[in-house]
Nanobody, 128 residues
């Protein structure tokens, strides 16, 4: 059973930075795509970023491209989302998610994609 545990959310002023972490365990495959979604009140869930442990290809939504960076450690057990130049519109609950098998990040392009495994979520609030 895949388990995902996020951490690192909090309150930050506009222009500030945060780093989210997702500790992942229980995979049956060595290669998979894993990424981040966010959900703000009254807004559609958005696939923010993804990384494939197969080829290290990454995906970013247009709304965060150039400001957010996804990475993982060599043991592939922790995925990070470095968020810089944060804006009030980045305020949301951020979830780490994966289906544990698919190697491509392409499904994350679609707002309707819903991986099988989700973390509990971590709140990010950008406000002065």
């Amino acid at each position: 059973q895949v388990q995902l545990v996020e951490s690192g959310g909090g309150l930050v002023q506009p222009g500030g930075s945060l780093r989210l972490s997702c500790e992942a365990s229980g995979f049956t495959s060595d290669y998979y795509a894993i990424g981040w979604f966010r959900q703000a009140p009254g807004k559609e869930r958005e696939g923010v970023s993804c990384i494939s442990t197969y080829d290290d290809r990454t995906y970013y939504s247009d709304s965060v491209k150039g400001r957010f960076t996804i990475s993982r450690d060599d043991a592939k057990t922790t995925v990070y989302l470095q968020m810089n130049n944060l804006k009030p519109e980045d305020t949301a609950v951020y979830y780490c998610a994966t289906d544990g098998i698919l190697r491509s990040c392409r499904p994350y392009y679609s707002s309707s994609y819903s991986p099988d495994y989700w973390g509990q979520g971590t709140q990010v609030t950008v406000s002065s």
